[in-house]
Structure formats: C-alpha cells, structure tokens
C-alpha cells in the first residue's frame, strides 16, 4: 500500500477497560501520567498502524517493532498534548530541514538525548532550542553513543509520520 494511499480506517469507539493494557503500553515506558478514563476513545487503523483517538485527535499509536513486537507509542500530537519526559534527543536547527523532508536523523545534529535511550527503542526528536517534537523513529545507537558520535545515522524515522498526521481530519 502506498503511503499517500492511507487512509483511516475502521473507526470505533471503544471503552476504557477494553484498551486498559494499551493505554499502560503507551504511558508507562515514557513516564506520562495522563487520566483518559472520561475521554472519549476510539480505536482505528491508519496504513500499517493502529491508532488511539482521544477526544477525536489521533494521540497514540501501536507500530510492529523490529523483531515483530506491538509496541504503542504517541503520536506527535500526543507527544504534544502529553510532553513525555522520556526516549527524546534534542537536534540542531542544521537538522530541521532534513528531518522535515523525512530524513533519517543523523547523529551530527543530536546535542542531547535521554538516558533510556537503547539501540532499537522508539523514540521522538525534538527541536533543541523549543522542545517541539518533529519527528518519531527507532533508534539506531544508545543515548551516549548518539550524542558523542560525530557521524553515522543515529535515528531512522518511521515513514515520517509527522505530516500525514498532523493534516488528518476526523
């Protein structure tokens, strides 16, 4: 399926005790405390992934990982709306523009990066000066080899996902 193909799919809304343990999947590993018990939500898919829609704003996510696992992780709006205190690097404003044109992050542009950050984890980048998330990818070297590396490509993004869901209407 091509990537302009995508389109939500599927779209039902679901009770809070039916996606208990996604929505632990998606808090705890970032260490987001957030209460959706009396939001609105629903489920749906959206090309490859499955989405969590929270009061009609696509905020989490659920990607095949690496080795075939399910692992649920916010979207750029969710990042936004939540501000996850974990799995960021920060990058320069020299990375910007490549990161925007769906380029994968190169380990030159990372000033900063969490320290939970293992080779393989999702992960979100964010602008070093505003703290803006930009994009979301799996990691290619753990935090400190990110940041000490002059070269080498320290993130890989995922499909870009920024623009296809900030401009998706519900």
């Given at each position: 399926m091509a990537k302009k193909d995508w389109k939500l799919k599927g779209r039902k809304p679901v009770r809070h005790k039916k996606i208990k343990g996604l929505i632990e999947r998606l808090t705890v590993p970032l260490g987001l405390e957030t209460d959706l018990s009396t939001a609105f939500l629903e489920t749906a898919t959206f090309g490859p992934w499955n989405m969590l829609i929270v009061d009609k704003s696509p905020l989490g996510m659920e990607v095949e990982g690496p080795e075939g696992d399910t692992i649920a992780f916010p979207?750029?709006?969710?990042?936004?709306?939540?501000?996850?205190?974990?799995?960021?690097?920060?990058?320069?404003?020299?990375?910007?523009?490549?990161?925007?044109?769906?380029?994968?992050?190169?380990?030159?542009?990372?000033?900063?990066?969490?320290?939970?950050?293992?080779?393989?984890?999702?992960?979100?980048?964010?602008?070093?000066?505003?703290?803006?998330?930009?994009?979301?990818?799996?990691?290619?070297?753990?935090?400190?080899?990110?940041?000490?590396?002059?070269?080498?490509?320290?993130?890989?993004?995922?499909?870009?996902?920024?623009?296809?869901?900030?401009?998706?209407?519900?």
């Amino acid at each position: 399926m091509a990537k302009k193909d995508w389109k939500l799919k599927g779209r039902k809304p679901v009770r809070h005790k039916k996606i208990k343990g996604l929505i632990e999947r998606l808090t705890v590993p970032l260490g987001l405390e957030t209460d959706l018990s009396t939001a609105f939500l629903e489920t749906a898919t959206f090309g490859p992934w499955n989405m969590l829609i929270v009061d009609k704003s696509p905020l989490g996510m659920e990607v095949e990982g690496p080795e075939g696992d399910t692992i649920a992780f916010p979207t750029l709006r969710g990042i936004l709306a939540w501000n996850p205190t974990r799995k960021w690097c920060d990058v320069d404003h020299g990375a910007i523009p490549f990161l925007m044109n769906g380029a994968d992050c190169m380990a030159a542009g990372i000033h900063s990066a969490c320290d939970s950050i293992k080779s393989g984890d999702l992960i979100w980048i964010r602008d070093q000066s505003h703290g803006k998330p930009l994009a979301i990818g799996w990691a290619m070297m753990d935090s400190n080899q990110m940041v000490d590396a002059v070269k080498g490509k320290a993130v890989k993004m995922l499909h870009h996902i920024g623009d296809e869901l900030w401009e998706l209407e519900l």
